[in-house]
């Protein structure tokens, strides 16, 4: 079965920070290019960024209220992706998912996991 | 930064077409995805590449993108559809991927 399962998530104070995990499996991970997406409650999805396969060096691209304070890496040899999140916001407070992007950026994300929820409050 | 904006709601009887419709500029240059989420779970795809349902997606979903818009069509809408639906572009000038602002369907 074609699965990811997000986990990490909690409470920190504002300036804090959290790394979430993103364990894999049912697919071919190392030739996946993965996303993490979030969503304040009762709000919209929010593009967070993106870590491509090793086959495109594994690059990395950030929305603009993350760029410089969150960076996503993974471990192809345990099948996981990760998303460090530092200087925390209150605003950053959502439910973050990770998922897979189906082929080239066209295909859409077609695997997502079940959520882990952040919260950034003093 | 673009933009894809959406209706925040649509209703629509059962069995009947629900419309919904995502706008950006130049869309139509781009390839778009269709997302839903109910209530509690994580989106599903639904739509890729304008107008390619994934497996296991009923073919009453369909889409199509031309223009400034990009529209996604429930063809004998169904109670279980009532669901929150996203549009979702890749912005090739900055490599950052978009979401539209969501719109609810309600299935009356």
């Known amino acids: 079965e074609v699965q990811l399962v997000e986990s990490g998530g909690g409470l920190v104070q504002p300036g804090g920070s959290l790394k979430l995990s993103c364990a894999a499996s049912?697919?071919?991970?190392?030739?996946?290019?993965m996303h993490w997406v979030r969503q304040a409650s009762g709000k919209g999805l929010e593009w967070v960024g993106r870590?491509?396969?090793?086959?495109?060096?594994?690059?990395?691209e950030y929305a603009a209220p993350v760029k410089g304070r969150f960076t996503i890496s993974r471990d192809d040899s345990e099948n996981t992706a990760f998303l460090q999140m530092n200087n925390l916001k209150t605003e950053d407070t959502a439910v973050y998912y990770c998922t897979r992007l189906a082929g080239s950026s066209d295909y859409g994300m077609d695997v997502w996991g079940q959520g882990t929820t952040v919260t950034v409050s003093s | 930064s673009y933009e894809l904006i959406q209706p925040p709601s649509v209703s629509v009887s059962p069995g009947q077409t629900a419309t919904i419709t995502c706008s950006g500029d130049?869309?139509?240059?781009?390839?778009v995805c269709w997302y839903q989420q109910k209530p509690g779970q994580s989106p599903v795809l639904v739509i890729y590449q304008d107008t390619n349902r994934p497996s296991g997606i009923p073919e009453r979903f369909s889409g199509s993108n031309s223009g400034n818009t990009a529209t996604l069509t429930i063809s004998g809408t169904q109670a279980m559809d009532e669901a929150d639906y996203y549009c979702q572009a890749w912005d090739s000038s900055t490599a950052n991927y978009v979401f539209g602002t969501g719109t609810k369907v309600t299935v009356l």
């Open positions: 130049n869309l139509g240059n781009k390839y």
């Open positions: 870590i491509r396969s090793k086959t495109n060096n594994h690059a990395t």
């Open positions: 049912g697919f071919t991970f190392s030739g996946s290019a």
